[in-house]
């Protein structure tokens, strides 16, 4: 239940924002990909501020997570490396508890 008021606290407000910041950058710019002639329309994409600014942050946050990611890869790999080590050694003292029961089966009780 506080989750869910923390989470209604939180993004009601962000929502709002996003919101009227949508409404207040609706004015249609010209994003030009040719640096050498701008007015070049054939590489050149018309469309509202708002929508140019969330591209940028949604190719900023997978290039950021990308980042990230690989980054974390030896990590992972040690981790991967210390659970099979992890498993072989249980199995191996598996071995050894059975044959240890199977040596104390043989002896002569007093």
């Known amino acids: 239940m506080a989750r869910k008021i923390t989470n209604l606290l939180v993004l009601l407000p962000l929502g709002i924002v996003l919101i009227i910041f949508c409404v207040a950058n609706r004015q249609v710019v010209s994003l030009a990909f040719n640096p050498f002639r701008p007015e070049d329309q054939v590489l050149a994409v018309n469309a509202p501020l708002f ?60």
Request: glycine share 4%.
């Open 51 to 110: 929508v140019f600014l969330f591209l940028a942050l949604i190719v900023g946050m997978v290039v950021g997570s990308a980042a990230t990611w690989f980054t974390q890869g030896r990590h992972r790999r040690r981790a991967r490396n210390e659970a099979r080590e992890a498993v072989r050694w249980q199995a191996e003292a598996d071995r050894h508890r059975s044959r240890a029961e199977q040596i104390a089966s043989h002896l002569p009780s007093k």
